[in-house]
């Protein structure tokens, strides 16, 4: 499975635009990029997921690079429930199994 | 309403027991999952099942069993083989298909004192 590097920590101001950034090098053409967060003690939340073109929903917009090492989760208008940790996930498959493995992800911090 | 449920929230158990950890799912999901977090840590696969019967060894499988004899249900035992049991464990499920999110319960925080 590809291995993805987000920073550890990153602090935004409430109503700005948080930006997460999230390299994914060794990404092959049939792996999705997910992203998921985790408020403290709760178990992680699904936010978007896609392939090679950018997408957006109610929680986020998704960005991903034209060759797909590395991706951009936007939250538009950060709010202080935003506070989480932000996981990465490069979703691969080991014959016909597929394993979701988990990186250190990043802390964000919304800051009023 | 559909979702995944993990039982008891929090539980106890003495050095040297075994404890077993519930999860079920009624979202009608192939694959489940258990992963183990530790304070300030990411998550780590423990084992995952793609099908009834069937199950297969993550990252840190040492110390832990699971079955899967029914598709809904995907219980996670913590035997005294486990060096450092004391963790929060999430469960999670999932279609099995590529390009589709996975649903995690709320967790199980285990103390063993």
């Known amino acids: 499975d590809a291995k993805t590097t987000q920073p550890p920590s990153m602090d935004c101001a409430e109503g700005r635009a948080a930006n997460l950034p999230c390299n994914h090098s060794?990404?092959?053409?049939?792996?999705?990029v997910y992203w998921y967060r985790q408020i403290h003690s709760q178990g992680p939340q699904y936010i978007i997921h896609?392939?090679?073109n950018n997408e957006t929903n109610e929680m986020a917009s998704l960005i991903i690079t034209e060759d797909r090492k590395s991706s951009t989760l936007i939250l538009p208008h950060a709010t202080l429930r935003d506070t989480a940790v932000y996981y990465c996930i490069v979703r691969g498959a080991i014959q016909g199994a597929q394993k979701l493995v988990f990186g250190q992800g990043t802390r964000l911090t919304i800051n009023p | 309403d559909g979702g995944i449920t993990q039982s008891p929230k929090y539980l106890f158990r003495k050095e040297g027991q075994n404890v077993t950890l519930s999860c079920e799912q009624n979202l009608n999901h192939d694959a489940m999952y258990w992963y183990r977090q530790d304070p300030g840590q990411g998550l780590r696969l423990i084992y995952y099942s793609q099908i009834v019967n069937d199950f297969q060894k993550g990252d840190i499988a040492e110390g832990y069993s699971v079955s899967r004899e029914k598709k809904e249900s995907f219980p996670l035992t913590v035997t005294s083989a486990q060096k450092n049991p004391t963790a929060f464990y999430l469960c999670?499920?999932?279609?099995?298909?590529?390009?589709?999110?996975?649903?995690f319960g709320q967790g199980t925080r285990l103390t063993v004192v």
């Open positions: 060794t990404i092959s053409g049939n792996e999705y």
């Open positions: 999670a499920s999932s279609r099995e298909r590529r390009n589709t999110e996975a649903f």
């Open positions: 896609g392939l090679k």
